[in-house]
């Protein structure tokens, strides 16, 4: 298994420019979900999936979209990258949400700068 | 308000010292986890729990429901065990919440 891949590993965005990043598990995860983590904080959730067609929004959601077309894949987009947006994100999936017994797996992470 | 810390931020140890690293919390929760995030960047899921103790090698991991609190502690420490350890609970619903990390570092 691949576990969980995330494209691009780095990335630098002008702003106003719009992109998407790319996560992908092939675990056959029902749970899925976006962090941010900045300097001096913990990890903050963006949004989730608890499947297929099912998603919400976490913590710290403005400026993001998601959608969950298939258990596979998860595309976190930004639709118009601000300076606010510069850290790295991690995408994770596991078989249940935080909570349960099932460990969470996290993708490599994408460091995105926004100029 | 939903809150979550740890201590201390950063810590520096001998090879072979044993190591407690700290995780308080504001509200009852229904789980906790720990994480250990690489020098490169990739994390590692280590224990859920939601009560009680759990052992994985030299990692040992408590909770104590009525204090609030956790401790990951980790026997033995070794130089490869030098990361950022991360906790992270669970309050109501699907909100997760994330202490800022305790950066080890074990010197040989």
């Known amino acids: 298994n691949a576990g969980v891949t995330q494209t691009p590993k780095f990335q630098v965005l002008k702003t106003g420019q719009s992109m998407t990043l790319q996560c992908a598990q092939d675990?056959?995860?029902?749970?899925m979900s976006w962090y941010r983590q900045d300097p001096g904080m913990g990890l903050r959730l963006i949004h989730y999936?608890?499947?297929?067609?099912?998603?919400d929004q976490g913590e710290v959601p403005n400026g993001y979209n998601v959608s969950r077309s298939t258990t596979e894949d998860f595309p976190l987009r930004l639709l118009s990258a601000a300076p606010s947006q510069t850290s790295v994100y991690f995408c994770?999936?596991?078989?249940?949400?935080?909570?349960?017994?099932?460990?969470?797996?996290f993708g490599p992470g994408t460091r995105l700068t926004v100029t | 308000k939903n809150e979550v810390e740890q201590s201390p931020q950063n810590l520096t140890a001998q090879e072979g010292e044993f190591i407690t690293i700290n995780c308080s919390y504001s509200?009852?929760?229904?789980?906790l986890h720990w994480l250990q995030q690489h020098p490169g960047g990739g994390i590692v899921s280590l224990f859920m729990l939601s009560s009680g103790k759990k052992k994985h090698g030299r990692l040992i991991a408590t909770i104590n429901i009525q204090e609030k609190h956790s401790s990951l502690h980790i026997t033995a420490s070794h130089p490869r065990d030098s990361a950022v350890y991360i906790c992270?609970?669970?309050?109501?619903?699907?909100?997760?919440?994330f202490g800022t990390g305790t950066s080890l570092t074990v010197i040989p």
């Open positions: 992270a609970v669970r309050f109501t619903g699907n909100q997760f919440y």
């Open positions: 509200v009852g929760i229904s789980a």
């Open positions: 999936s608890v499947g297929a067609g099912i998603t």
């Open positions: 994770a999936s596991s078989y249940g949400g935080w909570g349960t017994s099932r460990e969470q797996y």
């Open positions: 675990m056959n995860h029902e749970y």
